[in-house]
């Protein structure tokens, strides 16, 4: 999040600047493809744009939006069974798994 604030102050990452950040961590090879299949993934009103959800803005107001949904019971605490199951339901996990499948 730090990271993504320093890149883009205004919250706002078009898909150009989206690939210049990319290629940082893929300096051998050419990442374009991936990096624009990534993008498009985030930017859900395919409006070239994405930005952070302002209930989601911060790491810590994600990580909390994440444990209330999957505190199923309200007891403040994650069995391994509720977090296995909001782990499935969350499609940015979803999402972020399976993207991670395809490169191991």
Not at 16 to 33: L, M, T
Not at 68 to 96: C, H, T
């Amino acid at each position: 999040y730090k990271g993504f604030l320093k890149d883009c102050p205004s919250g706002l990452l078009n898909q150009e600047e989206f690939c210049k950040i990319y290629k940082q961590f893929f300096p051998f090879g050419d990442p374009v493809k991936f990096a624009n299949f990534v993008f498009n993934v985030f930017d859900e009103n395919k409006g070239n744009m994405v930005k952070l959800p302002e209930e989601e803005n911060t790491a810590e107001k994600r990580v909390e939006k994440i444990f209330r949904q999957m505190d199923k019971n309200d007891d403040g605490r994650l069995s391994m069974a509720e977090f296995q199951d909001g782990s499935k339901s969350d499609p940015s996990i979803v999402q972020a798994l399976s993207l991670y499948d395809g490169l191991v």
